[in-house]
């Protein structure tokens, strides 16, 4: 009986045929999986020294121990390699290898240019076309808070332009001083390439010429009396400075580059990335990539920004923490990526190390906070394990709830929760979709989701490997009793789950739960267990009425004009386009109403009061 081959052996077989120029290898397991992604500048030296008797950390042994085959790909260049490698870390996540666990795309600003009149708007993902894209921002609520100063101060549209070519008067917009009305002709088109321009020239850091400029014009136009034009250029250099000011650089040396800082604690780090474009700080956001204890500093670090510019253009200048072995490499691999050359610096002394330092210092205190919630998260899975019997610690929590008013817009929702905390991209709506369920019958739409969810995850999911350990229902015994028909119409017999029910009054604190088999029982008020259970089934019920809200509101857009008695397809039409949208038209008066073509006096009075509940 011939004796199964060692990892070792696998990979000295593999060397036989390994090239010596660079490319990228992966370690593979016996059932093809991927243990480890790497590079190398000279393929079977690397590969080599996996063989070697000496030298390697455990975690490195085990893997070689695991190993039964091997893929390699040559590039033409060591800095093609890694940028492959990187590409590879992040679409197959290796178990062995350091790995960004948050790769979700950042927004911009942009700034569109096949229009006249170049619409100003928020934008995640692809770029599109030769428009112009101004960022990384941290956050949506940063680039949000950003875009209404931006139309403050430079009266930018931000409609559609199907929106901007149906207008036949200014929206709320021009209303509330955010936008020049250019679709209806209250600016030129000269005057509004003009605003552009200096939009364009603040957000590359050239703030302080345009607001030298506006405070020349205003001091003109109040030198010539014109107090109004006067008063409308001091409101927006008012808002470019409380701009400037919540965007207020570390120091002042500081232009395009991104701050990349290292904290550790064991086999935990976290990653502080601040963004400053401009001279204007963009934001930053933390990261807790998953490594072993073992892993160098340096390794985390440039492991980290391999994957984290994969998806990301770099800036011109990179400012790190700590000093990297791979600093070159990863300049060239980066400077690929760029349309300019790429630095990567790491300071120590000036301004640029006391703006690091700072970046350090977050990084820190976001490690503790991460690690301390961790820790009570931990405890919390530890805890409900042991409540409702699981062998376990939860990896995986589903909770279910539903929302309507009155039957109207139904909608189930599934919230997610396991040892990193809410899930939320793996949130899920359910639109209810059965024609024989009685509107408002709560059991037959919990019915409804739960088959709709647990018969997909059987036709996908077969080996289990992402089912939920532990469902949640918001409910009592009825709710109970239809997942218990569920699960045995499914042939489903080992799923754990439960109900759990508001007590007398609908009181928080006095919970009742729910499991098959077991008399309802209750937590002790304060008991943190309990508070955790609650902020689970709180968090569905926020994200069932956010659906529910959701699917009504455009409900009412798109059909609000359909519920009017007499209002057929060519009034519609009139109304939507001399208003623009169905909130244009709730939202105007009788007097506006009266002024459509076709709509007359009784038939805007029967619009007028549809929309204020009053017909």
């Not at 605003?195 to 001091?219: D, H, I, N, P, Y």
């Not at 489903?492 to 009054?505: E, F, L, M, R, S």
């Not at 949208?581 to 006096?601: C, Q």
């Amino acid at each position: 009986m011939t004796a199964e081959k060692s990892g070792a052996d696998t990979i000295r077989e593999h060397l036989k045929q390994m090239p010596t120029g660079p490319g990228v290898y992966r370690m593979l397991d016996a059932q093809g999986g991927v243990l480890y992604v790497g590079k190398a500048k000279n393929l079977r030296s690397r590969v080599g020294n996996y063989v070697s008797a000496s030298g390697l950390s455990t975690r490195i042994m085990l893997m070689v121990s695991h190993t039964r085959g091997m893929e390699i790909v040559s590039t033409k260049t060591e800095a093609e390699a890694f940028l492959l490698e990187a590409n590879l870390i992040k679409k197959l996540k290796p178990r062995y290898n350091i790995l960004l666990r948050d790769d979700k795309s950042f927004p911009y600003i942009r700034l569109t240019v096949d229009h006249d009149f170049p619409q100003l708007m928020k934008h995640r993902g692809v770029r599109e076309g030769k428009d112009s894209y101004y960022g990384p921002f941290a956050s949506a609520g940063a680039v949000n808070e950003t875009l209404v100063i931006l139309q403050k101060a430079f009266l930018l549209r931000n409609c559609s332009d199907a929106v901007f070519k149906s207008r036949l008067r200014p929206c709320l917009q021009y209303q509330i001083k955010r936008c020049s009305a250019p679709c209806v002709g209250y600016v030129s088109k000269e005057q509004y390439a003009d605003l552009l321009a200096q939009a364009r020239r603040f957000l590359t850091g050239k703030s302080r010429e345009v607001q030298e400029r506006m405070a020349g014009e205003m001091q003109e136009a109040s030198a010539g009396m014109d107090y109004e034009k006067a008063a409308g250029l001091r409101d927006r250099i008012a808002v470019l400075t409380r701009l400037q000011h919540q965007q207020a650089v570390i120091r002042g040396t500081l232009e395009d580059a991104d701050l990349i800082a290292l904290a550790r604690a064991g086999d935990a780090s976290c990653v502080q990335v601040f963004f400053f474009r401009g001279g204007q700080n963009y934001g930053n956001k933390s990261y807790f990539p998953a490594h072993a204890q073992d892993s160098a500093d340096a390794e985390v670090l440039t492991a980290f920004i391999g994957q984290f510019y994969s998806t990301q253009p770099p800036p011109r200048l990179i400012l790190v923490s700590h000093a990297l072995p791979d600093a070159a490499l990863l300049e060239e691999a980066l400077t690929l990526r760029s349309d300019t050359k790429v630095e990567l610096h790491y300071p120590e002394r000036g301004e640029k190390k006391a703006a690091v330092e700072q970046a350090a210092l977050n990084a820190r205190q976001s490690l503790i906070r991460h690690l301390s919630e961790h820790a009570t998260h931990s405890q919390m899975l530890e805890k409900t394990a042991l409540l409702f019997g699981l062998a376990q610690p939860p990896a995986r929590i589903e909770v279910y709830d539903n929302s309507h008013i009155a039957g109207t817009h139904m909608v189930g929702a599934m919230i997610c929760a396991g040892a990193e905390g809410f899930d939320k991209k793996h949130y899920r709506r359910f639109n209810i979709r059965s024609a024989e369920l009685t509107p408002g019958d709560d059991y037959a739409m919990l019915r409804e989701v739960l088959t709709r969810r647990f018969t997909r995850l059987q036709k996908e999911n077969p080996e289990r490997t992402s089912w939920p350990d532990l469902v949640l229902i918001d409910g009592g015994m009825g709710q109970l009793s239809v997942a218990t028909q569920v699960f045995a119409d499914l042939g489903v017999t080992d799923q754990c789950y439960a109900a759990i029910a508001k007590g007398p009054d609908r009181n928080a604190g006095r919970e009742w739960f729910h499991l098959p088999g077991r008399e309802p029982f209750q937590l002790p008020p304060n008991d943190p267990v309990l508070h955790y259970l609650q902020r689970l089934r709180d968090e569905a019920h926020r994200f069932a009425i956010g659906s529910h809200r959701i699917k009504r509101s455009n409900a009412i857009r798109e059909s609000g004009l359909d519920q009017i008695p007499g209002i057929g397809a060519l009034r519609k039409r009139a109304l939507l386009r001399h208003f623009g949208s169905s909130r244009g038209v709730e939202a105007a008066t009788l007097g506006e109403l009266e002024k459509v073509a076709g709509i007359s006096t009784k038939v805007a009075e029967k619009i007028y009061k549809f929309f204020r509940n009053e017909g």
